[in-house]
Structure formats: C-alpha cells, structure tokens
C-alpha cells in the first residue's frame, strides 16, 4: 500500500477515454480526509454535479463527478444524427424498453462497475494513492443513485468478477491486481430516487447484508423506490434510512427541508472512523 496521499488531476488521466471526471477540491486541499464520489442521472453529465458539489461545500472533502460510461444516441433526445459531440450520458450496459415504453431501470452496470470500482477506486484512489473504501463516500441521482448503490452492494463481495473487484494493486501488478484485503464498505451512500438494481445482487444465497450505510431519499409517488424497493434494500443493506419528501416526484432536493437529511447524514458520516 502506498502512503495516502491526495489525489491529483494526473492520477486520472489513465482512465480517460472510458472515464471523465470533473474534480472539486476541499479548501484547503490539504484538509483532505475524505473523498465523495457523484453519478449523474439519465442523460445529465459530469459538470452539474461538479457545481452541486461546490454548493454542498463538504469540510475535509475532496468531490470527484463522474461522467456516465455511455453517450445517449441523439434519436432517444429528439435530436438530429448529426448534432455534434455528445452531452448526455447514461451508466447502462444497454438500452432497452419495457412493456410500457419506458426504459429499463436495470440495463445492467457491469460496464460502469468495471470503470468505477476496477479501476477509479481500486487502481488509482486505493492503489495510487493509498485511500481505503471506508474513506469514500457516494453521492448518485436516479440511475446514478442506482449505480451507487450496486456499488456497495457489490463491495461486500470484493467487488464482484473480472475489472469489477476492488483491487490492491502492488509493484508490477497489471491491472487486476490482487484483490484487496480492506474492509468491504463504504463510509456511506446517498441515493435520490435510485433503487438497488438486482444485477448488482450477489447470488450466493448465504451472503451477508451489506454494513456500508444508506440514505435513500425519493418523493411521495416514486415511480422507483416502492415498498418492494424498499424492502430489497432493508434485505441487502444493515442500515438503512429512508426519507420520503412531500411532493411526489424524484428531482434534485430543492428546498432547505430536502437538503437538510443528507446534510445530516454527510456529517454523521464524516464524523465517523468507518
């Protein structure tokens, strides 16, 4: 393991073209102690959640927004073949309807899985730089909620098959590494109107609850977290606070009332050793 350092701009750029980030140091960097992760919704990008997380100002946090691992085709926007260099993005392996026109809340996220725990967390925030899991914090909207989630899901298992597993990667290593032997969690994961997408449920039927904590805020009529949803997640996850808003829908938190229970569960989180 490498001594913990904070990360830089160029410890990042192995990871382009397949990743794009958009990074927001703590102030002032050197008061790092933690690091926050931010997935877009549906066909959104890197840079609003880049400006979010300047707004949420977190002490001793370092805000990395990630692109999604995919361009939406132009058609699905109602735009021209033709109209230029893509900027809205989805984390799916696919793009599928179903029977109700709608796309399919669980394209599959092994694509993203592999980018985001292989190589973001395991190559460069744990391998380079020397952070651990439980020092990271996840932040994700709609799809980007979902695939925050099936994130620490994952992680109870070391992160799954293949590019996906977290991995402690030592002198002449490739890029698989060997798999790490830190502690399977998250210090924590906000989720807005993401649910936990069953691809990213391990088989094993003896498999233990996930310990990485969960706040998982969504509005009065979700079409997304459900009772069903919430009881898949009270399944995979140890701890678990649900908040449900007073207006129906999912959208970004607009009111000081919205904000203040992941603001709440931010310093919580950040007050913890784990």
Same mark, same amino acid.
């Given at each position: 393991?490498?001594?913990?350092?904070?990360?830089?701009?160029?410890?990042?750029?192995?990871?382009?073209?397949?990743?794009?980030?958009?990074?927001?140091?703590?102030?002032?960097?050197?008061?790092?102690?933690?690091?926050?992760?931010?997935?877009?919704?549906?066909?959104?990008?890197?840079?609003?959640?880049?400006?979010?997380?300047?707004?949420?100002?977190?002490?001793?946090?370092?805000?990395? @927004?990630?692109?999604?691992?995919?361009?939406?085709?132009?058609?699905?926007?109602?735009?021209?073949?033709?109209?230029?260099?893509?900027?809205?993005?989805?984390?799916?392996?696919?793009?599928?309807?179903?029977?109700?026109?709608?796309?399919?809340?669980?394209?599959?996220?092994?694509?993203?899985?592999?980018?985001?725990?292989?190589?973001?967390?395991?190559?460069?925030?744990?391998?380079?730089?020397?952070?651990?899991?439980?020092?990271?914090?996840?932040?994700?909207?709609?799809?980007?909620?979902?695939?925050?989630?099936?994130?620490?899901?994952?992680?109870?298992?070391?992160?799954?098959?293949?590019?996906?597993?977290?991995?402690?990667?030592?002198?002449?290593?490739?890029?698989?590494?060997?798999?790490?032997?830190?502690?399977?969690?998250?210090?924590?994961?906000?989720?807005?109107?993401?649910?936990?997408?069953? @691809?990213?449920?391990?088989?094993?039927?003896?498999?233990?609850?996930?310990?990485?904590?969960?706040?998982?805020?969504?509005?009065?009529?979700?079409?997304?977290?459900?009772?069903?949803?919430?009881?898949?997640?009270?399944?995979?996850?140890?701890?678990?606070?649900?908040?449900?808003?007073?207006?129906?829908?999912?959208?970004?938190?607009?009111? @000081?009332?919205?904000?203040?229970?992941?603001?709440?569960?931010?310093?919580?989180?950040?007050?913890?050793?784990?």
């Amino acid at each position: 393991m490498p001594p913990t350092r904070i990360p830089t701009s160029e410890d990042f750029t192995p990871l382009l073209p397949h990743l794009t980030l958009s990074l927001v140091p703590a102030s002032p960097p050197e008061s790092t102690t933690a690091i926050l992760l931010l997935f877009h919704g549906l066909g959104d990008a890197e840079p609003a959640f880049a400006s979010f997380a300047r707004s949420l100002a977190l002490p001793g946090v370092l805000a990395i @927004s990630v692109r999604g691992t995919s361009p939406l085709p132009p058609a699905l926007l109602g735009l021209p073949l033709d109209s230029g260099p893509a900027n809205h993005f989805h984390w799916g392996d696919d793009l599928t309807l179903g029977s109700d026109g709608e796309l399919d809340q669980d394209p599959g996220f092994e694509k993203a899985m592999g980018q985001v725990l292989g190589r973001l967390i395991g190559e460069v925030l744990i391998g380079k730089c020397g952070w651990e899991t439980q020092d990271i914090l996840l932040f994700g909207f709609g799809q980007g909620g979902s695939l925050a989630l099936g994130l620490a899901s994952r992680l109870r298992l070391g992160g799954g098959e293949g590019e996906g597993r977290v991995t402690e990667v030592k002198e002449g290593d490739g890029e698989e590494g060997a798999v790490g032997r830190r502690p399977k969690v998250f210090k924590g994961v906000v989720s807005i109107g993401g649910a936990l997408p069953a @691809s990213t449920i391990p088989s094993i039927s003896a498999r233990e609850k996930s310990r990485t904590p969960l706040l998982v805020c969504h509005g009065s009529k979700s079409e997304a977290i459900d009772e069903v949803a919430t009881d898949v997640l009270k399944q995979e996850f140890a701890d678990v606070k649900m908040v449900e808003w007073k207006r129906p829908d999912d959208g970004p938190p607009r009111n @000081s009332e919205e904000v203040l229970p992941m603001m709440e569960f931010f310093s919580e989180r950040l007050r913890s050793d784990f």
